[in-house]
């Protein structure tokens, strides 16, 4: 009897400490606290891990921006120089005109331009265009005795549709075409001669206003 009883003991001692010592399945307080304390110490592995993960993902280094690039530009290749110029064709000189065999004035015949030619002793007048005879003769009358009309090779120097001559009481000159000074073709008596002006019919005085320019050759001969 003793010895069931002593086994007894031992069966009830040996069910104490098997639920003290780890047997705490049915949720005591330190089985409650081992389980939390499995969980900091060997559990939070895996929770750690995928954190870092993530962190890493989404710090990763920024894609650098692409330097700009200055173009280059590239030069054209010089022209070469090597080929030589044509040359200009030589231009050929103008023929000076020849005189007029009608015409005693050589100068006038070889002007370029508009010229005027006076023959005192013939009383006559021509007009000129290039050496060539455009009018003419016309009768006309030069200067008196103690006013005669210079001869020689002159230029019209001016014109005035109506001149009055200040030296002989505002003697109306039409169509006066100034030569020298003082002395001009005008409009004048063909009967009377002149204090050393050309005296030209109306008609006459008038084609030699208008034909002959300031600067255009005037030539008289005795």
């Known amino acids: 009897m003793k010895r069931l009883l002593a086994g007894a003991a031992a069966l009830a001692t040996a069910f104490v400490l098997a639920a003290c010592s780890g047997g705490g399945a049915a949720g005591g307080p330190n089985a409650g606290g081992g389980a939390v304390a499995a969980a900091g110490t060997g559990g939070g592995t895996p929770t750690t891990s995928s954190t870092t993960s993530e962190t890493a993902t989404t710090s990763a280094a920024p894609t650098p921006t692409p330097t700009p690039t200055t173009p280059t530009t590239s030069k054209a290749a010089p022209t070469s120089t090597s080929a030589k110029p044509k ?87 039409p169509n006066s075409v100034f030569f ?40 008289v001969v005795p």
């Open 87 to 173: 040359p200009k064709p030589t231009p050929k000189p103008t023929p000076k005109p020849a005189a007029d065999p009608g015409v005693p004035c050589a100068a006038a015949a070889a002007a370029s331009g508009t010229a005027a030619c006076v023959d005192i002793s013939a009383h006559k007048a021509w007009l000129l265009q290039g050496g060539k005879v455009v009018y003419g003769p016309v009768p006309m009358l030069p200067g008196r005795k103690g006013y005669a009309t210079p001869t020689g090779t002159f230029h019209v120097l001016s014109k005035e549709k109506m001149h009055l001559s200040k030296e002989f009481d505002n003697a109306e000159m």
């Open 180 to 219: 020298y000074p003082g002395d001009a073709f005008h409009t004048g008596s063909l009967s009377v001669y002149s204090h050393g002006c050309i005296h030209l019919s109306p008609g006459a005085s008038l084609k030699f206003f208008n034909t002959l320019h300031i600067g255009d050759v005037v030539q």
